[in-house]
Every structure is written in structure tokens, then in C-alpha cells.
């Protein structure tokens, strides 16, 4: 394998993100976390950080546009849906954007092992020549 220091720290991150809401569903809240709304800013703030470092969303492929594009729709109908669904639905809102966070994590670092991608977030990895 050749991940970097990015893919770790992205990792980590992610970490960060899958711990709370693991312990958010199977307990229904957690420090921090009282709900749906928590949730989906605690795992928007810091999966948009991973994700820029991690370097998730490769503008070039146009699958990781559509599954962070999908991220972002769902995390903030999340966040601004308390007023207008029930919460068995943000929750499933929830679980959708975790979803969308899982696939652009493993996605990024199943690319970056194949491309020994060496560069910093946000870089194209090299054109095949």
C-alpha cells in the first residue's frame, strides 16, 4: 500500500465522525450529540475537513462529485429538518449521509492505493502517461 500521512489523518477524522454516531444510534444521544441535527454538523464540519485533506472528491471523476454532492444534500436536509420530519426520518437522513461519508472514505483510499498518490489534498493524482 502506499496511502500517505493524508489518508491517515483523513482517517483519523473519520474516526472521529463514525465513534459518535455509532454510539448516537445505539444509545440515541451521546456528549456532544443530542440528535439528528448534532450529528449532521458534527459529521459535516469534520467530513468536510477529512475530505479536504483525504482528498475524497477528485474533481476529475465524476462519481465522487455525485456521491459528495449527495453528502452535502443529505447533511444539510438533516440539519434543517427538524421543524418539518419526524425523527425516525433524519434519522434515516443521517444514516444515508453516513453512507455517502463511507463510500467517498474507502473510495478515496482504494484510488490513492492504486495511484500511489503522493501529493497533498486537493492535488490530481499523476496523468497515466
Known sequence: M?????D?????LFAAILAPYLGYV????????QDPEGMAATALIL?????????????????TLAVGAAAL????????????????????????????LVLLWAGALLRHER????????LAPPAPA
Open 8 to 12: 491517515g489523518v483523513a482517517t483519523l
Open 47 to 63: 467530513g468536510a475537513l477529512a475530505g479536504y485533506i483525504g482528498g475524497w472528491i477528485a474533481p476529475h471523476r465524476i462519481e
Open 26 to 33: 445505539a444509545r440515541g444521544t451521546m456528549p456532544f450529540v
Open 115 to 122: 495511484a500511489g498518490f503522493p501529493g497533498p489534498a486537493g
Open 2 to 6: 502506499r496511502l500517505t500521512r493524508y
Open 73 to 100: 444534500a443529505l447533511s444539510i436536509l438533516t440539519l434543517v429538518s427538524e421543524s418539518f420530519l419526524d425523527l425516525p426520518v433524519r434519522n434515516g437522513l443521517m444514516a444515508g449521509f453516513m453512507g455517502t
